[in-house]
């Protein structure tokens, strides 16, 4: 077994090379990153999160992550599709957060999106989980190299494609790839790392909401 982009910790388990040895960033990689995620709160969350996290690191996000869900009420999309310009100008003055304002303005503007989504689909988590790509798209064995390589793929273009034909901001390839990744539509854990099973044994458990 090739430990290669793996990391040994001090509990002695191998992990992913990209948690490091921050503590947040190990429990994230342990107990969220690559676990199938149907609930539309945090499905929302996630899409706004990985938008702010353009041209900055997943930590700087996660780190922040409790101060954007004061910001944001909780990423409740009926909450947030009612911000209007004073709730703009209170975010982009709140130091514990991103303050860029298309980012800000996209997070609002997509809450009403996912609103529709759920009018048509039942719940954005219906809607995002039919770009789950098939095995056929999927390398038989994930190392280091075939990872390194995927910074988007064929189902994380057609589900960017998708997202703004209906409005969506801030949704890229790149972008809608992050969010496969770490909402278990895809298990990018590496071959050899110690959460991959139980990464697996979740996938396999998980009902696809339909």
């Given at each position: 077994m090739s430990t290669e982009g793996?990391?040994?910790?001090?509990?002695?388990?191998?992990?992913?090379?990209?948690?490091?040895?921050?503590?947040?960033?190990?429990?994230?990689?342990?107990?969220?990153?690559?676990?199938?995620?149907?609930?539309?709160?945090?499905?929302?969350?996630?899409l706004c999160l990985e938008g702010f996290q353009s041209g900055l690191s997943w930590l700087t996000i996660l780190r922040k992550r409790e101060a954007f869900r004061r910001a944001f009420a909780g990423f409740d999309p009926a909450k947030v599709a009612r911000f209007g310009a004073r709730d703009v100008e209170r975010l982009l003055g709140d130091a514990s957060i991103v303050r860029h304002r298309g980012k800000i303005e996209a997070a609002i503007h997509n809450a009403g999106r996912v609103l529709e989504l759920v009018e048509e689909h039942g719940s954005l988590s219906a809607f995002v989980w039919r770009f789950e790509p098939p095995a056929s798209e999927r390398p038989r064995e994930l190392s280091f190299a075939a990872l390194s390589k995927?910074?988007?793929?064929?189902?994380?273009?057609?589900?960017?494609?998708?997202?703004?034909?209906?409005?969506?901001?801030f949704v890229g390839p790149t972008t809608a790839y992050a969010f496969m990744q770490a909402m278990g539509l895809?298990?990018?854990?590496?071959?050899?790392?110690?959460?991959?099973?139980?990464?697996?044994?979740?996938?396999?458990?998980?009902?696809?909401p339909r």
């Open positions: 793996l990391r040994a910790h001090a509990d002695g388990a191998l992990r992913c090379w990209w948690c490091g040895d921050d503590p947040g960033y190990v429990a994230y990689h342990d107990e969220e990153w690559g676990r199938p995620v149907a609930d539309d709160v945090r499905l929302y969350e996630k995927m910074g988007q793929t064929p189902a994380s273009a057609r589900l960017s494609k998708a997202l703004r034909a209906r409005g969506f901001r895809v298990d990018d854990h590496l071959g050899g790392c110690s959460v991959r099973p139980e990464v697996e044994a979740a996938r396999a458990a998980f009902a696809r």
